[in-house]
């Protein structure tokens, strides 16, 4: 059977895609004849079409879905450095890097630590365990927005505006999904305008909000526009919310099917750390991203063509042999792990300390509770997505 645009989709949230990853791994990079979208698989194709000046983030002629153009929403996005390349990308992205990593580790971890042991409080049930799916869902607003300078109060408003906001960015989501999505926005857009002229005013704060260091951040670039502030901080959390969610579900279930893995991360905390990167190889939340063309171009050997979409398959390329010895072993103590988990190039994800952070305190915690390790196991769904993969544990 040829290798489809569709088949690698669909092994977003198929049981076992990794046999279908190796054969696009072993293609590297190849047109659908279907519908002329590339698949870049291997590692190296995967890091070229990255590395590829001419491959942007979005189509030329729509930086903007059109569903979402003229909207709140639309707003967001248009300003996401995620979304753009060029001027619109940098510098505004030293000034993201700059504020997440003002931040040290042990501090995230303290901050979150107290979100996840809130939240599985909340949250805890013995009898349904969709609790867990809830749980893993709301810890990176949680984390995200308490860090933003969000106050304590308003933080379950924001996990459910994000969850409404980040459904309607998806392709394909229905009327009303956008719909409530644009009202979202709406009040995300109102929220951190307010929380902006707060934190601008506040400049004796020992220890600053993310809010108040992107302010600060962009004033030395010489950018001000708070739409583009707060646009980017509301993408923190947006771009944070279904991937560490995914990592922490992912993560689990990891746990869950090896008895021995756990006994390690009971014995030595610190081992979770490792588990948390090989399942972010392993397993990738964000299975693929895309690049569109804005002109012809090669990559390794291939014209692609002006107006061409690459779906770029990170999970597949995490898994590449070539990149990865014995690629298909999970292994925490993996040496020089080789990992497109966080993408590359130039779009490099600046939240890996955060994610990694968030996933390692909502671990921690949940491996402090009576958890049924035999159950999870079980869990066999992934939440409906064309590019992240996580485990859902409702039902099990
Ligand atoms: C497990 C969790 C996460 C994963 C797997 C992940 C993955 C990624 C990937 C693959 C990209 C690049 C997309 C592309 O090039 O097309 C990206 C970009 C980005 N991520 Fe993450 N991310 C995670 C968590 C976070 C967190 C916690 C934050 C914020 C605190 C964050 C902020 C961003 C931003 C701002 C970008 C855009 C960077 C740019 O365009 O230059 N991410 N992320």
Redesign the pocket.
Known sequence: MPLSYVDAIAAVTATAPYAYYAELVAASLLQDKENGIWLAASAAAVEAV?AEPLCR?RPVHEPVPKALQGSDAGTIFRH?????DGAG?CPF?QA?AHT?QSVNAEHIAQRVGQHARQLAAELYSPVDYAWLDQFALQM?VYG?ASALGVPEADLPEVAVLMQDFVACLAAGSSALQLEQGKQAAARLLALFRRLLEQASADYTASSPSLLFTLAQQAALLGRVDADVIVA?AI??MS??YE??A??IANTLHVLACNETVRRQVAADPAFLHGCIAEV?RWD???QN???FAAEDCRVLGHTVRAGDTVL?V?AAANRDPAWNPQADVFDPRRRQRRC?????????????Q???Q??HAAISQLCGMPLDFSRLAKARSFRASANIRMRLYAGT
Do not use: D, E, Y
Not at 80 to 84: D, E, G, I, P, T
Not at 340 to 352: K, Y
């Open positions: 990255l983030v996401l450095v995620r979304m753009n990308h992205k993201i997440l990176p995200m980017n993408g923190f771009q944070a991937a560490t995914a990592l972010l990738a939340p964000v991203t895309r690049r770029v990170l497109f988990s966080f993408g590359s190039g130039v779009h490099l994800c600046p939240g890996q955060w994610a990694a968030m996933a």
